[in-house]
């Protein structure tokens, strides 16, 4: 018994407490099995912050032994030894980078695939509350944010965080006096550091949001574009896209806002540094206490631990901006589906279909029920159609039997066994599913019929596509069953389609038919074909039929008619017509009396 899933919070722009540490973590977990690139990474990590002393030693030597002493014949040893330092650093630096990027890079395959998997694994509900163009920015453009921190962000923090390290230890052994003076202007850093970056990642967070936006502009608009054409609207909705992408240069420009106004305060810090340095440095040599080469060393030094904070309040920015992007996925994985299975489900084998709806009181939104102390049973082996007005709640029906949906109360049995009690998987296996909106995918014909049965054979997809009437027109295109259908292939009419999704659900051959028909009339002949092809479909199966056509209505084994949620009537056409009740009027004005004496098979007519 489920209660009302909330809608996610992905209004909310204020970042959570710990989320870089928790996002660290994560990805930490993901690239423990790369201990080989790590120790590469760490090694030309260490090596490189060492290999930073080197030149600034050696310009102390030069300045304070070589000048000096007029050692021509040193020089060219000092030369080369910078020369090879700095290919030392280049090598080590490249070696970093290319370790850092490939782990990084696992870590983000890893997330990327653990989000799809999750979000295939959330109930229909979820999709219903949330948009597809802002699931599709959390995948692309949120992880893509992440891959930025891991290529370069994470590889400078850990870099730069050695270096800092390395350095300011050296300079402490150097002149801890005057180190610990400059050290004095860091906590100023560390506080304007800790007072921007929350603002930077709320900001951040706001711009990721304008980009689902636009994404979910551009997902609705572009899928629907014949509507857009047909009713005139694109200047409504290039007005309305403006509008969103206003949002995003707004969002952008206060995040760069503030970058503006903390990088020159770390700057101006910085330089005050190096004003210590100088006055009290320059103090120093005239007094005699360290020579011109220590205090030109020191400010090299000093070079190398600024260096590592100004990247940082860069780095800053990316580590933000992927925390932001962070939240937004972990607030996908960290969403449950509605649709459970128990911890030791039934793994069902082939069933009767015997589907009893015992008490089920269902309701999309709280406040407003669909179905009310429902109860329903489909007869295995029959067919079983329901009837009723459109929103009576027949599609809902159908969705409680493939568990796309819980009831809130009451219990679903299929032979006996109530629903959550079953592996999904193996529930889902047992159905068949041809709706109204047939679900094509790009790729061929064949790919198209054998969708969700991969392993069938040549011979068993033609025999599908033989029994669902549809052999004939796929082999009149000249590429047949390899013919691409969807954005770049061939266009298949409303009844063709019909005809295809009836031979996929043929080729899974489930026990069980879940049948929406489609309430678009079709010309005489693909009438003709599509009931030929149901015949097939139906046969020997428990059936559901959401019934439109005269000719599943009459050899229905048992209809029910719905009517806001409950079942009013129920009987054989014949029993049901004798009721002079619902049933006969919906049938009376569906189906006017000069259609009643054509033969089953032949009529179409929505039912609504
Ligand atoms: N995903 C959903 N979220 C919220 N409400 C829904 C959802 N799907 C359907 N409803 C509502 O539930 C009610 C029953 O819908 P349902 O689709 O089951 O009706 P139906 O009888 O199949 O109608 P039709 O013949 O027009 O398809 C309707 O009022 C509909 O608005």
Redesign the pocket.
Known sequence: MNGFPHRMRVESVKPKRGSIWSMYKRMFFHVRGQWKLLLIAAISIIAVSLLEFVIPQLSQYTIDRLIPNKRYDLLIWIALGVLVTALLLALFNYLSGIAMASVGQKAVYDLRNQLYSHLQSLD??FF?RNRTGDLMSRVTSDVGMLQQLVSSGMMSIVTDTFTFAAVAIYMLWMDWQLTLIILATFPFMILTTRFFSKRIRAAFKKIQQSVAEVTNHLQDTLSSIRLMKAFSTEQYETERFADRSSANRQANLDAVKLRAIYEPIIDMLNFAGLAIVLILGAKHVMDGGLTVGTIVAFLAYLRLLQNPIRRFSRTLNTVQQSAAAYERIVEILETKSQVMEKANALELGRVQGHVVFHDVSF???PE?P?LEHFDFELLPGKVTA?V????????????LITRF?DPQQGMITIDGHPLPDIQLQSLRRQMGIVS?DVALLNGTIRDNISYGTPHATDAEIEAAAHAANAHTFITSFPLGYEAQIGERGVKLSGGQKQRISIARAILKDPRLIIL?EA?SALDTESEKAIQDALVHLLEDRTSLV?A?RLSTIQRADRIYV?DQ?KIIEAGTHDSLLAQQGKYKQLYELQFPQKLRDIPAGVVTRGM?
Request: glycine letters at 16%.
């Open positions: 229909i509900g219903d309701a999309y939104q407003v669909v329901i009723g007005a459109s929103g009576a709640g027949k599609s809902t029906i159908t969705h949906y109204q929406d309430t959401i439109h719905l949620g609504k």
